[in-house]
């Protein structure tokens, strides 16, 4: 069933998830060649992998006319290039830009996907002939 209070809900558990697996990266340059290095590495692949899960669970239970479901894309594309998968994180960061175009997550992803930052004035034009606004003129 599609409940906006419980897709913010699981928005929120996997911000959640995210905060704990950028925790344990931070904690792995301590680990390095040791053989709780690679465990280490395995937790973090699988906490991305959770939250990644609740945000799909997120947009699944979203009615589309609230946050949860933009701000669920893009944290999806912000783990996928936290575990370098680029061309994924890239597809999501435009999903949000086609489907919420005029939003901070489409803003967001829109300078991830350039690969650099413009000005934010609107009516300023960024390298490219583009005004910043997912990438269209």
């Known amino acids: 069933a599609r409940s906006p209070i419980l897709a913010g809900a699981l928005v929120v558990r996997g911000q959640i998830m995210l905060s704990e697996a950028r925790r ?11 053989p709780e290095h690679k465990d280490q590495e395995a937790k ?4 991305y992998g959770q939250a990644m899960t609740t945000f799909r669970a997120a947009k699944s ?23 370098g998968d680029f061309p994924k994180a890239s597809d999501e ?3 949000v830009c086609r489907v919420y175009p ?18 934010l004035d609107p009516k300023k034009t960024a390298p490219g002939g583009s005004s910043g606004r997912c990438g269209r003129p």
């Open 24 to 34: 344990l990266r931070s904690a792995l340059d301590a680990k390095a060649g040791t």
């Open 44 to 47: 973090i692949k699988e906490k």
């Open 61 to 83: 239970r979203d009615t589309l006319s609230t946050q949860a479901s933009r701000k669920a894309i893009y944290l999806t594309g912000i783990c996928l290039k936290e575990l």
């Open 93 to 95: 960061f435009a999903r």
């Open 102 to 119: 005029d939003t901070p997550e489409a803003m967001a992803g829109a300078i991830f996907r350039k690969g650099y930052q413009w000005p």
